[in-house]
């Protein structure tokens, strides 16, 4: 029971279970606004007076055409929100973060290909000359 019990209180499980709940939360509430709004001015502009209503039947089946819009537009929307609210946002946020590029530590030897210090002169793996850049030159020597 112990372990469960730091399971269920860890951090990223209570993070999780609220987000679904949120989540489910926000999916009614957009549902809602589908049916509610969307759903009627659609059915207004194709002359339906219920949109959801709309369908079709082929050998006793009923195809639920109406539904299965309400269902995309309701998607297309949260969709768009998670994008616009959550995604962007985070994505700025992580580009101002690690806004520096990473400068190299090492080259390539031109001869055997190995790994070598920016710096160097000489391949510790062939011994052949390397040819030195100028921003390796002016760059202090670590050692």
Known sequence: M?????FLLRGNAVDLAVG????AAFGNV?????????TPLIAAVA????????????????????DFVN????????????????VLPMNALMGKLHDK???????????????????????????QPVPVDAAAAAAPARG
């Open 2 to 6: 112990k372990g469960f019990k730091q």
């Open 20 to 23: 679904v709940v949120i989540g």
């Open 30 to 38: 957009v549902n809602s606004m589908v049916k509610g709004l969307l």
């Open 47 to 66: 002359k339906q007076p219920d949109f959801s209503s709309i369908f079709f039947t082929i050998r006793g089946s009923k195809f639920l055409v109406g």
């Open 71 to 86: 269902a995309v537009v309701s998607f297309l929307i949260i969709a768009a929100a998670v994008y616009f609210v959550v």
């Open 101 to 127: 590029p990473v400068q190299p530590s090492t080259k390539k030897c031109p001869e055997c290909l190995s790994e070598i210090p920016i710096a160097a002169r000489r391949c510790a793996h062939c011994t």
